[in-house]
């Protein structure tokens, strides 16, 4: 007997984002880069320069020409003028965008000492932007400007002590730099130090602490940090559990585009969590993140068609969408797929690729993968039969507590062979 098709809510792992926000060029009087300024005033270390610059004489652009012609004619001496041109050129905010220039005003200021202009070469040399990647060159600007006290480089100096890019894996030394931001009110300081202790990296594990800083960044209006708070909230983990705070955390998040949230969201619309049960509501949310390539969704997206919820029945489509989450090493996705070639549903009947799906899920701990593969060595199904093969995923399978169904499952399956 087979289990069927299942989901399981997960979190995906931090990534490193320091693009700005997007590009404001439909607010007239006002130059593309003193309305992006303006919006990201709060924590932007070149927005603040700019607005420095401003009390230092320099006009509030209202033109993208006007903008141009001042900052050009200081960019040769003025070490700030030069970072804010810079940034101009790195984004296109109102002018054509250029690797090439942004890098040479970055290099000139950063040169001078900048801080805010050694962080941002450091993105650039992290990103290979323009330029050849290197995890020593964005490690030295980063540091740079982290000794001068810069919280977005003290952050990002962090992200790669944690992911040991360019230096020996620290978790922390990760803390340590997270911490010296976090307490500048860096918003994305908190959310990785939130981070940290909520998975017990370079400090004790507290979701207690993780809450705390998660809010502190969520009310800056880190999407990151209102959905993580979310989830809390959702499983009770360091907060009472609330389905309604965790709605309305999940509903900022998805505002402002974030996938992880709009996933979660439509997963709470699916299940009825917190607000009426609609399929419909579940299936737009879904598409949205899984359009952002968010593999969670693909695959839930891919049940909804599979099961004909909110959208008619099409196991072609839900192959289709599981393929894309299989492709990014999405597990569910795998196994989703080895029941879809097990039964011959949105693709030709094979029990050879469903055990090579299967494989590739219980590889990664499935539990019900786990379970299914064995079950084929035991039979020899598109496997040559093994009763060792059998009882070696029966086993695995059989310590998985956080499967109940297919860890009992197992463990009457290894009693029988």
């Known amino acids: ?179 010296l931001a976090a307490d500048q009110g860096n918003s994305k300081a908190q959310y990785s130090l939130g981070f940290m202790y909520a998975h017990g990296r370079g400090v004790p594990q507290s979701d207690q602490e993780a809450v705390r800083l998660w809010r502190l960044a969520a009310d800056q209006e880190d999407a990151r940090a209102q959905c993580d708070l979310g989830f809390m909230y959702s499983n009770g983990r360091g907060v009472p559990q609330s389905d309604w705070e965790a709605i309305r955390l999940y509903m900022l998040a998805a505002d402002q585009g974030d996938a992880r949230a709009q996933h979660n969201l439509g997963f709470m619309y699916e299940n009825g969590r917190g607000v009426p049960r609609s399929y419909e509501e579940a299936v737009r949310l879904y598409r949205l993140a899984a359009d952002q390539g968010d593999s969670m969704a693909q695959c839930n997206l891919g049940l909804m068609y599979y099961n004909g919820r909110g959208v008619p029945r099409s196991y072609e489509e839900a192959v289709r969408l599981f393929s894309l989450a299989a492709d990014h090493g999405d597990a569910m996705a795998q196994y989703n797929l080895g029941v879809c070639y097990q039964n011959g549903q949105g693709v030709p009947l094979s029990i050879s690729e469903a055990a090579e799906w299967y494989r590739l899920a219980a590889d990664q701990g499935h539990a019900k993968a786990q379970c299914n593969l064995g079950f084929m060595y035991e039979n020899g199904q598109g496997v040559k039969k093994s009763i060792a093969e059998a009882r070696g995923w029966y086993q695995k399978a059989s310590a998985q507590d956080e499967d109940p169904e297919a860890r009992d499952w197992a463990r009457d399956s290894l009693k029988r062979v």
């Open 1 to 179: 007997m087979l289990f069927d098709l299942f989901r399981k809510n997960k979190k995906d792992p931090e990534r490193i984002d320091e693009a700005p926000s997007q590009t404001e060029t439909s607010l007239p009087p006002e130059a593309a880069i003193t309305a992006w300024c303006r919006k990201n005033r709060s924590w932007s270390g070149t927005a603040k320069l700019f607005y420095d610059l401003a009390d230092r004489g320099m006009p509030l652009f209202q033109t993208d020409a006007e903008a141009v012609s001042w900052l050009s004619e200081r960019a040769g001496s003025d070490p700030s003028a030069a970072t804010v041109l810079g940034l101009m050129h790195d984004y296109g905010l109102g002018i054509q965008q250029s690797d090439e220039e942004a890098i040479r005003l970055y290099r000139f200021a950063a040169d001078q000492g900048l801080a805010v202009a050694q962080y941002s070469l450091g993105v650039i040399y992290y990103n290979g932007q323009g330029i050849p990647q290197s995890d020593q060159e964005a490690l030295k600007w980063f540091k740079l400007a982290a000794d001068q006290g810069d919280a977005s480089a003290q952050r990002n100096l962090g992200l790669m002590y944690a992911d040991g890019r360019g230096v020996p894996r620290s978790f922390e030394e990760a803390v340590r730099l997270y911490r």
